[in-house]
């Protein structure tokens, strides 16, 4: 696979629709997570009150992902996107005005991620469950590939951006940016135009549908041990470089130093996905699991070195160990999981993945006052590595191989 024919994919008129749509919804997301977080500590240099911001998103993100696996499962797809940025842009702009003026406390800035959160459930699942409706089977990897060559590229200015804009003229023009994103990103989904997929029959309800999907996850091993995993994974990245490396780093190396470790994450990231349009894993999860193992280098990193260049090595590290993984996700969500409860599927992963992030949010400041920051980035780099290797010794993870497409584009023992 080349440049060119990752690129040719384009020609997919929904898809490139969508892709341009994500595009610009990214420009302003690239920055939104640097944006947020100092937004916060210009309200309050507390990393508890940041942690708590964080997980007023997540929670209800968690507490809704089921029933939004159903509604895209349910309904159009990119109808249900096109609503979620809606109402993500106006609460963003509302937290983008609160900051920019000067009004905004703490207890604003979490109704209004909760708001975000909660359309989140719904969008996540729908965006995920899109992409197999918009190509061919066998343009899955160059589709996948090609988005997250944009994500990459984007994120390596984005969070630098940010940071200038931090230092510059404040958190909150991040945040405005992210909002007009949203709008415009769903402005562009107007054109796409799918086929409705097949009705769910006349007794089918929200709850016998979550019951077929569970049925499905809890039956097919690969998924439930990693989704398992990633309760734990992130739950673990999150605290450490979301609630406690912000304002350590601040404190240290200073916020540009931080900016500029993210935007060498998402270099990693972008080397890696040039790399991969050359490479085709045979065994897709064994090398994302490895791939993952790499995000525990800049947790050491934070413990023992926490200065600009050896943490923005480290990172460019993780950014292209999670590439690795996302790809063999993808690849293995989409060639192994029906269509028709796709969304499902992702809901259920997000749910098991995403449950202990608030925890993670939440415990990590108080972590971090009681033993101290660079004991719990050191320790937690160690669970995280324990987690990652241990997951790749399950077989049913470590020998899932690749899908074979048919000459139609239908998959060959895809599951039915």
Known sequence: MSVKE?????????????????????????????????????????ASALGQVLAARSIPMVVFLLLGGVIADRFPRALVLQLSNVTSGLTQGTAAYLVISGHAEIWMLIALEAV????????????????????????????????????????????????????????????AVDAATYVVASLMLLPVRIPPRAKAGPGATIVSELRVGWTFFRTTTWLWVVVLAFCFLNAIQVGTMQVLAPPYVKAGAGVQ????????????????????????????????????????????????????????VAMAVAGAGM????????MAMMENVPGEMLSRAYSYDMLGSFVAIPVGQLVYGPLGSWFGDKEVFLASGVLYAAICLATVAVPAVARLPRVASSPDGAPEGAAA
Not at 323 to 330: A, D, M, R, T, Y
């Open 6 to 46: 990752s690129l040719g994919v384009l020609r997919e008129r929904n898809f490139s629709w969508f892709f341009w749509s994500r595009f610009v919804n990214l420009t302003g997301g690239t920055m939104a997570s640097v944006a947020l977080a100092f937004a916060v500590l210009e309200v309050t240099d507390s």
């Open 116 to 175: 975000n959160g909660a359309t989140s459930a719904a969008s996540m699942p729908a965006m995920q469950g899109l992409i197999p409706q918009l190509v061919p089977k066998e343009r899955l990897q160059p589709a996948n590939v090609l988005l997250s060559m944009s994500r990459g590229a984007l994120s390596v200015a984005g969070p630098s951006v940010a940071a200038v804009l931090v230092v510059t003229v404040g958190a909150g023009w991040g945040l």
């Open 323 to 330: 590439e690795v993984f996302s790809l063999g996700w993808s």
């Open 257 to 312: 130093a931080w900016g500029f470790a993210n935007s060498a994450e998402s270099a990693g990231l972008l080397v890696m996905t040039l790399v991969l349009l050359q490479v085709t894993f045979r065994f897709p999860l064994r090398a994302g699991m490895l791939g993952m193992l790499c995000f525990a280098l800049p947790m050491g990193v934070l413990a023992l070195a926490p200065h600009t260049v050896p943490l923005v």
